[in-house]
């Protein structure tokens, strides 16, 4: 169960690690990321921590999910 539990863990972190810059990419590249005058808006910025904060869970998803193949 634990090798089971493990392979989950690294291939969700894998796939959140190949989605998510690229979708920051899109998101930076939209025109509802900048005013008028160049500067960020609420809606990158938003973007930006959510992403962030998926990349935080998708980084510890694959550190135990590592974890669980060394020592489950």
């Known amino acids: 169960m634990t090798l ?4 989950l863990l690294l291939t969700n972190a894998i796939f959140a690690f190949m989605v998510w810059p ?4 899109r ?5 509802r ?3 008028a005058d160049g500067n960020r ?3 990158y910025s ?5 992403i962030t904060i998926a990349l935080i869970l ?7 999910g590592v974890v669980g193949l060394i020592f489950g």
Do not use: W, Y
Not at 27 to 31: E, F, Q, V
């Open 4 to 7: 089971v539990l493990s392979i």
């Open 22 to 25: 690229q979708f920051m990419k």
């Open 27 to 31: 998101i930076a590249a939209d025109d």
């Open 33 to 35: 990321s900048t005013d």
């Open 41 to 43: 808006t609420k809606f």
């Open 46 to 50: 938003v973007h930006r921590k959510l």
């Open 58 to 64: 998708a980084g510890i998803s694959g550190v135990a």
